[in-house]
């Protein structure tokens, strides 16, 4: 124990204070990080990994088929129409797939939305890779536009055998406060 | 301070600026006991409008606040200053000390529970009304959709997050440096080392739940996103984090109470309390465990299927701990020459009771089934037969075990067997068809029910108010003894009690051990 | 004294009787009032089981431990003139019994594994529903192949009167939901939860589901019932106000009659698609509109208007001011306040209708009448 004062019950509470003060700082410093590491590792909450995934010249799967459904919904408050132009989509492990999901602010005004992705089952999660995806960035709609929101992906060949079916959700979320201000955590 | 060796100072200052620990372990107690009529007020508003289907007497949103309210009194307001004031009051007398290692510290942690209580109190006038996002207050209902009074919340958690962690810093200092020479940790009483386990428990997650509201705060008025999904961040990382804290919070509720179990029940088998290694081995394995538990309260969060194994099987362990204390407990009452003052009968009350209320325990903690019963009644009745007759009987035990000492005057013993028979009746009419009512699919937290629960609901109404009236007994019954119990001289109130605190005069003077007591070293733990 | 012991046992005793009772009434394999249902799915089955299993051998050591305890309480009493003993440990024994629970809680955990495992095995099922918790409703929607796909909200169907004992109280009080979600039975059936606002979690005991809805994120979980029946559950997870008041019903029907209700589904939102071609007359609107408001504004802006968690209609400049502000509220909500957007909740026909009732009921008198492509213009701009 470390010495601070000549009187052992001060020196006792002291420390005490220190490791207080450590498990404060446990929760910013170690948790929250901890958390997001291991949502990326496990897919927890179905949260595939954040950064963008620079295919490698991968062998297509032609034997395996696994269907990708997509589903996109609005956070309360959010009055954009936002909807997936395919529901459903058949792809081989491998292969770099598109589709496009369409966005429209019906608002007079401007506004800016975020989607949040999240795929079940949530342990596919990490075998899910985006190349290219509107969740990356926050995006702007002037007031009464449309806009096409382009996403593409390849399925990991590593896809453990017995998922045959990866669910792709999108919420969107009115982020227009948001934007500007940094967004934190993350 | 000039006055040492004289008795207390007169007039409110002794109170407000005293050090001495019986003091601050008496305003302790009162004022615990005031959050309990107040917590208990609020459970009798939620059982008047649960006491039939239909909405009758309040809203839904005032409803939401009754439980919310009644959850945080009793938790921080009643259970955990109880024990402080009771570890105040007797850890300096069990261990031979003259008074807290810290007591101008000990001073300001009990002042500041007052104030902070009166703003929680006060949100309920608030615009919006009080926090009504259940006392585990999960985001977002209560970041983004909670009402202005949550920053008054946060901030209230904060100062009781405060008061907890200096509370537990000097009485770990206490019990760490003021033991009288000769009383070695083995030696120490059983409450004595309950509380220090405790205290350590306390240090190390009270900060934790400050953690968590402190993010709260931030989300709510600084823009960031920890529990937003909009942001990057995630609901479920809050669960996370409060279980992280609210896991062991439970056992440093329970702890104290299974030191006070174990002066009590050898006193009173007039034999000594069986297995003293076990227990204090058993108290630190259940407080490690306690950290690797937390997320038994979230399985049907959707976490990975190995992270529900993992918490399902530490979760089951526990079992092994808790169950170790419950036989010692009963092999200590194993030919022994038992009586069955209102102590006595107190405490086997809470062995029959917390018992099902940990067999209730392991039934949830297999994930599988917790998937039926998670966020039902069933819930609701496992911990109120943990919290309410594992914590507070013990707590009434204790109460009358030690209050002859406190005082100098005897309670009046037909009035407290009284009390606990009704006590005990009211309590198993409320929170046993609880069980019932939550297996047959009754959601927690909602203010009126659909009709096949209306009978169960009814009793438990009944049960409730009868349990909060045999409150009203055992006030009186203090308070008479206070006033004019008769007067006992007796340095052992109980022929088979025994410890140091039974080697100091009766009533107990203001100041005690202001030289260290001998203790034998060849007698074996008190 | 003799007498007071045994009154102590027998009452301490009366707690384990009941839980026996449990037992005894679980034999019979109805829906019970006392005990966990084993509902109408192979899991379900297995969750009551382990339920039962564990229930068992709690109470079997619960006996043998307030057994020993009762017995010493009665044998050993100080008025029986006993001595005390004076052992206070006993290595052997203290090792029996830390092992042998281990033992116990070993033999528990392998039924629970296996069906936890089972439970987690989400992949081929045949029909995905998408569930999604709103405050305080939810809205089912069935995944289909080919683009459209089905879709609606299922509210609370207990009238106001029923809940504030004005009206005696139905059958089903707080279980009835004006649209509930039908199903097939033996199919595997795989629901993607998830919510729009606060957390809520979806629970059907019979079914053997719940699981919670976070907004933004997804959660799965199966069901296969293997008997047709109504099966009504209600939201778990503490969700504000009306978290009492969102319930739950699911309808399991025959493949066939299934088939039928899904073409019929889409049959409507054909039709609803036509209705928003017509035009109605203003008793047209009215009537269609007070069901609406019935279902969706009634429980915050009161049952005649008159305001309570959301603002008064009766009088309000909205209803009795600019009809494209009137419609923007109602369609997209006030961002920031409980208000929310029903734009994608309603379609353009009971908007329209419900605008129609708020301007000319609770003493609003605006006598204009909304039609459904009026607010499909509106929402295009």
């Known amino acids: 124990m470390l010495r601070f004062s000549d009187k052992p019950a001060v020196n006792t509470a002291v420390n005490l204070v220190a490791v207080a003060v450590m498990m404060f700082a446990f929760v910013f410093v170690v948790m929250v990080p901890l958390y997001n590491v291991l949502c990326d590792a496990l897919g927890i909450n179905g949260k595939p990994s954040g950064q963008s995934y620079t295919a490698v010249a991968a062998k297509v799967d032609e034997s395996r088929t696994v269907t990708i459904q997509f589903i996109a919904s609005n956070n309360e408050g959010m009055p954009w129409e936002f909807a997936p132009t395919t529901t459903m989509m058949e792809v081989h492990p491998g292969a770099v797939n598109g589709t496009v999901f369409q966005a429209r602010n019906p608002m007079p005004h401007a506004m800016v939305g975020q989607a949040i992705p999240s795929i079940s089952p949530a342990r596919a999660a990490p075998y899910f890779h985006k190349t290219e995806c509107f969740c990356f960035n926050q995006q702007p709609l002037d007031g009464e536009s449309a806009a096409e929101l382009p996403l593409q992906f390849i399925v990991d060949q590593d896809l453990p055998r017995d998922i045959g079916t990866i669910t792709l959700s999108y919420t969107i979320f009115d982020v227009t406060d948001m934007a500007g201000a940094a967004v934190a955590t993350r | 301070m000039g006055d040492h060796h004289h008795g207390p100072a007169k007039g409110l200052g002794r109170w407000l600026f005293t050090t001495n620990h019986k003091d601050i372990g008496t305003m302790y107690l009162w004022f615990s006991f005031c959050m309990f009529i107040l917590g208990g007020t609020f459970a009798m508003i939620i059982r008047a409008e649960l006491f039939q289907p239909g909405m009758q007497l309040v809203d839904p949103e005032f409803f939401n606040q009754m439980t919310t309210l009644h959850g945080l009194v009793m938790v921080f307001g009643a259970i955990m200053p109880s024990f402080v004031g009771l570890a105040n009051w007797m850890i300096p007398m069990m261990i031979g000390a003259p008074d807290m290692a810290l007591p101008r510290m000990n001073n300001w942690s009990f002042w500041i529970l007052p104030p902070t209580f009166l703003l929680l109190a006060s949100t309920l006038f608030m615009e919006g009304g009080a926090p009504q996002a259940g006392w585990t207050f999960y985001a977002p209902l209560s970041t983004t959709y909670a009402g202005p009074s949550v920053t008054y919340f946060i901030f209230c958690i904060h100062v009781l997050g405060l008061s907890s962690i200096m509370g537990s810093i000097n009485i770990i200092a206490t019990v760490m440096n003021m033991r009288a020479p000769g009383m070695t940790y083995m030696k120490m009483p059983l409450f004595v080392w309950t509380w220090l386990i405790t205290a350590f428990l306390l240090v190390a997650v009270m900060p934790v739940l400050a953690g968590a509201v402190t993010m709260m705060l931030m989300d709510v008025h600084f823009g960031t996103s920890f529990f937003s999904a909009a942001g990057g961040g995630d609901p479920v990382l809050f669960q996370h984090v409060f279980w992280f804290f609210g896991h062991p919070e439970v056992y440093i509720i329970i702890l104290p109470a299974f030191g006070v179990v174990s002066q009590i029940i050898p006193a009173f088998s007039r034999?000594?309390?069986?297995?003293?290694?076990?227990?204090?081995?058993?108290?630190?394995?259940?407080?490690?465990?306690?950290?690797?538990?937390?997320?038994?309260?979230?399985?049907?969060?959707?976490?990975?299927?190995?992270?529900?194994?993992?918490?399902?099987?530490?979760?089951?362990?526990?079992?092994?701990?808790?169950?170790?204390?419950?036989?010692?407990?009963?092999?200590?009452?194993?030919?022994?020459?038992?009586?069955?003052?209102?102590?006595?009968?107190?405490?086997?009350?809470?062995?029959?009771?917390?018992?099902?209320?940990?067999?209730?325990?392991?039934?949830?903690?297999?994930?599988?089934?917790?998937?039926?019963?998670?966020?039902?009644?069933?819930?609701?009745?496992?911990?109120?037969?943990?919290?309410?007759?594992?914590?507070?009987?013990?707590?009434?035990?204790?109460?009358?075990?030690?209050?002859?000492?406190?005082?100098?005057?005897?309670?009046?013993?037909?009035?407290?067997?009284?009390?606990?028979?009704?006590?005990?009746?009211?309590?198993?009419?409320?929170?046993?068809?609880?069980?019932?009512?939550?297996?047959?699919?009754?959601?927690?937290?909602?203010?009126?029910?659909?009709?096949?629960?209306?009978?169960?609901?009814?009793?438990?109404?009944?049960?409730?108010?009868?349990?909060?009236?045999?409150?009203?007994?055992?006030?009186?019954?203090?308070?008479?003894?206070?006033?004019?119990?008769?007067?006992?001289?007796?340095?052992?109130?109980?022929?088979?009690?025994?410890?140091?605190?039974?080697?100091?005069?009766?009533?107990?003077?203001?100041?005690?051990?202001?030289?260290?007591?001998?203790?034998?070293?060849?007698?074996?733990?008190? | 004294m003799v007498f007071k012991a045994k009154r102590l046992g027998m009452l301490a005793l009366g707690p384990v009787l009941l839980l026996m009772s449990v037992f005894a009434m679980a034999a019979g394999g109805e829906v019970s009032e006392v005990n966990m249902s084993p509902g109408v799915t192979e899991v379900g089955q297995k969750i009551y089981d382990l339920h039962m299993i564990i229930l068992g051998i709690s109470t079997l050591i619960g006996i043998v431990v307030f057994g020993v305890m009762f017995y010493s309480i009665y044998y050993h009493r100080k008025s029986r003139g006993v001595t005390p003993a004076t052992f206070h440990e006993s290595t052997k024994v203290e090792i029996a019994w830390t092992v042998v629970p281990f033992f116990i809680l070993l033999g528990m955990a392998v039924p629970a594994t296996t069906t936890l495992l089972e439970i987690y095995d989400n992949d081929n099922a045949e029909l995905d529903v998408v569930v999604t918790g709103y405050q305080w409703k939810w809205k089912y929607e069935y995944l289909n192949e080919n683009g459209e796909n089905v879709s609606f909200f299922s509210n609370l169907r207990t009238p106001?009167?029923?809940?504030?004992?004005?009206?005696?109280?139905?059958?089903?009080?707080?279980?009835?939901?004006?649209?509930?979600?039908?199903?097939?039975?033996?199919?595997?059936?795989?629901?993607?939860?998830?919510?729009?606002?606060?957390?809520?979690?979806?629970?059907?005991?019979?079914?053997?589901?719940?699981?919670?809805?976070?907004?933004?994120?997804?959660?799965?979980?199966?069901?296969?019932?293997?008997?047709?029946?109504?099966?009504?559950?209600?939201?778990?997870?503490?969700?504000?106000?009306?978290?009492?008041?969102?319930?739950?019903?699911?309808?399991?029907?025959?493949?066939?009659?299934?088939?039928?209700?899904?073409?019929?589904?889409?049959?409507?939102?054909?039709?609803?698609?036509?209705?928003?071609?017509?035009?109605?007359?203003?008793?047209?609107?009215?009537?269609?509109?007070?069901?609406?408001?019935?279902?969706?504004?009634?429980?915050?802006?009161?049952?005649?208007?008159?305001?309570?968690?959301?603002?008064?209609?009766?009088?309000?400049?909205?209803?009795?001011?600019?009809?494209?502000?009137?419609?923007?509220?109602?369609?997209?909500?006030?961002?920031?306040?409980?208000?929310?957007?029903?734009?994608?909740?309603?379609?353009?026909?009971?908007?329209?209708?419900?605008?129609?009732?708020?301007?000319?009921?609770?003493?609003?008198?605006?006598?204009?009448?909304?039609?459904?492509?009026?607010?499909?213009?509106?929402?295009?701009?």
């Open chain 3, 160 to 381: 106001q009167t029923e809940i504030d004992n004005s009206e005696a109280k139905g059958e089903h009080y707080l279980l009835e939901v004006d649209e509930p979600l039908v199903l097939p039975v033996d199919t595997k059936v795989r629901f993607l939860v998830t919510a729009n606002d606060v957390i809520h979690s979806w629970w059907v005991p019979e079914l053997a589901v719940k699981r919670d809805a976070i907004p933004g994120f997804i959660n799965e979980v199966w069901t296969h019932a293997t008997e047709e029946g109504v099966y009504r559950g209600q939201c778990a997870e503490l969700c504000g106000r009306n978290h009492g008041f969102m319930p739950i019903v699911v309808n399991v029907v025959s493949k066939d009659e299934y088939g039928q209700w899904l073409s019929a589904k889409q049959q409507e939102a054909a039709e609803i698609k036509e209705l928003m071609a017509q035009t109605f007359t203003l008793d047209e609107l009215m009537a269609r509109g007070k069901a609406v408001y019935d279902t969706n504004c009634l429980a915050c802006h009161g049952v005649n208007g008159e305001g309570g968690v959301g603002v008064a209609i009766a009088g309000s400049a909205v209803a009795t001011g600019d009809l494209g502000q009137h419609l923007d509220i109602g369609i997209n909500g006030v961002p920031g306040t409980a208000m929310q957007a029903f734009g994608g909740q309603l379609n353009d026909v009971d908007m329209a209708a419900v605008i129609t009732y708020q301007r000319n009921a609770f003493g609003n008198n605006m006598g204009d009448t909304i039609q459904p492509i009026d607010v499909y213009n509106h929402k295009k701009g």
């Open chain 2, 271 to 526: 034999k000594p309390l069986f297995g003293y290694d076990s227990m204090v081995y058993a108290t630190a394995s259940i407080a490690f465990l306690s950290f690797i538990v937390w997320a038994h309260h979230m399985y049907t969060v959707g976490m990975p299927v190995s992270g529900e194994l993992f918490f399902m099987y530490a979760t089951m362990l526990i079992a092994v701990p808790t169950g170790v204390k419950v036989f010692n407990w009963v092999t200590t009452m194993w030919r022994g020459a038992m009586t069955f003052e209102t102590p006595m009968l107190f405490c086997i009350g809470f062995l029959v009771l917390f018992t099902i209320g940990g067999f209730t325990g392991l039934m949830l903690s297999i994930a599988p089934a917790d998937f039926q019963y998670h966020d039902s009644y069933f819930v609701v009745a496992h911990f109120h037969y943990v919290m309410v007759a594992g914590a507070v009987f013990s707590m009434t035990a204790a109460v009358y075990y030690w209050l002859p000492k406190w005082c100098g005057r005897m309670y009046n013993e037909t009035m407290g067997k009284t009390h606990f028979w009704i006590s005990f009746i009211g309590f198993n009419l409320t929170f046993f068809p609880q069980h019932f009512v939550g297996l047959a699919g009754m959601p927690r937290r909602i203010p009126d029910y659909a009709l096949q629960f209306a009978d169960f609901n009814m009793m438990s109404s009944i049960g409730a108010f009868i349990y909060g009236a045999s409150q009203i007994l055992w006030l009186y019954n203090v308070i008479a003894t206070i006033v004019a119990g008769e007067k006992i001289s007796d340095e052992k109130v109980w022929d088979g009690a025994e410890g140091l605190e039974w080697t100091i005069p009766t009533p107990a003077p203001y100041h005690t051990f202001e030289t260290p007591p001998k203790i034998d070293p060849a007698h074996a733990h008190s």
